[in-house]
């Protein structure tokens, strides 16, 4: 059974740390591009952070220089290291497994998501 358990989520002070895990089981990270995206209250999810299978990293604007994508594949893990947090990132996350716009978990066009891990950026 393909799936995936998101973690790391919480509550978190403005310029606080968090980092977030994806860990799959039933697919090989290796061969995917992995996906964090995240859906605020009453926003459109959003693509956040992406890394490919050769190790190259896109983020959105918003997030630039502030979160860090990893992976390893030896775990079937990604991460997702969020600094300097702002309370406008308050969402819950997600991730997803891709190659060419197939996802891995149902093999099927476009993202697939599962619980995601609620972030809290809040005094």
Not at 103 to 108: C, Q
Request: charged share 20%; with cysteine.
């Amino acid at each position: 059974q393909v799936q995936r358990v998101e973690s790391g989520g919480g509550l978190v002070e403005p310029g606080g740390s968090l980092r977030l895990s994806c860990a799959a089981s039933g697919i090989s990270c290796r061969f995917y591009t992995m996906d964090w995206y995240r859906q605020a209250p009453g926003k459109q999810r959003e693509l956040v952070a992406e890394i490919s299978t050769d190790g190259s990293e896109n983020y959105g604007n918003s997030v630039m220089c502030r979160f860090t994508i990893s992976r390893d594949n030896g775990k079937n893990t990604v991460y997702l290291q969020m600094n300097s947090l702002k309370p406008e990132y308050t969402a819950v996350y997600y991730c997803n497994a891709e190659i060419n716009g197939i996802n891995g978990y149902d093999d099927r066009p476009g993202p697939h998501w599962g619980q995601g891990t609620q972030v809290t950026v809040s005094s």
